[in-house]
């Protein structure tokens, strides 16, 4: 028979939870602010260094939760993924950053360009698959399903064709759409799921 894990467990699994929405909506806030805010620059620099750390601690929320019930291996690959994409992409920001600020106003030559483009379709690779991992995850957990398996599938997967297609150029300087916005929004409505299902995770122990 399957005993169901201790006080203290649950406790653990429901602050490892509560973490991932904290951070979640860190993350979701960071991002956008550090691409489309023209903000000063100790600012840019401060969200860069806060997404990546914020991206990880959110989706090992995020798995968490996903494997109340029964673990998955999906949503694991998903956590790992998406942890070393956040790195990769405080890597390709800080780079940005670096040769931007050492141009003083100069334009940057296309050598350097080049290095952060690569690094940009780089992160989008681990974010696109990792997402597709949770997404599948989702299919037949309780509290997400169908509907957020669909679309985490469908930007995921979207996201890594078309940057992989147009490669070394973004999707949207190549007259295609860019899926990052989407998959900003995706991430954000998941966090807000995940904060919904708090009160479901206490009424659900979880077996041992």
């Given at each position: 028979m399957v005993e169901p894990i201790s006080r203290c467990e649950v406790g653990q699994s429901l602050r490892a939870v509560k973490l991932g929405i904290i951070f979640g909506f860190v993350a979701c806030l960071a991002y956008?602010?550090?691409v489309f805010a023209h903000l000063?620059?100790?600012?840019?620099v401060t969200l860069v260094a806060c997404f990546g750390p914020a991206?990880?601690?959110?989706c090992y929320g995020l798995r968490r939760l996903l494997d109340w019930e029964r673990p998955t291996i999906s949503s694991s690959l998903g956590l790992m993924l998406n942890a070393l994409g956040g790195a990769l992409f405080s890597v390709m920001a800080f780079v940005q950053l670096a040769v931007g600020n050492s141009a003083n106003g100069d334009k940057a030559s296309?050598?350097?360009v080049a290095i952060w483009l690569g690094l940009d379709v780089a992160w989008d690779s681990y974010i696109g698959i990792g997402t597709v991992c949770f997404a599948v995850a989702m299919l037949r957990h309780p509290r997400f399903g169908a509907i957020f398996t669909v679309f985490g599938v469908g930007i995921g997967a979207g996201l890594l064709v078309l940057h992989l297609y147009t490669f070394p150029t973004p999707p949207q300087n190549a007259g295609l759409i860019d899926l990052g916005p989407a998959l900003?929004?995706?991430?954000?409505?998941?966090?807000?799921?995940?904060?919904?299902s708090l009160r479901w995770a206490r009424q659900h122990?979880?077996?041992a």
């Open positions: 956008p602010l550090t000063p620059k100790l600012a840019t991206l990880g601690l959110a296309s050598q350097f900003g929004l995706w991430y954000f409505v998941v966090t807000i799921q995940m904060w919904r122990i979880p077996a």
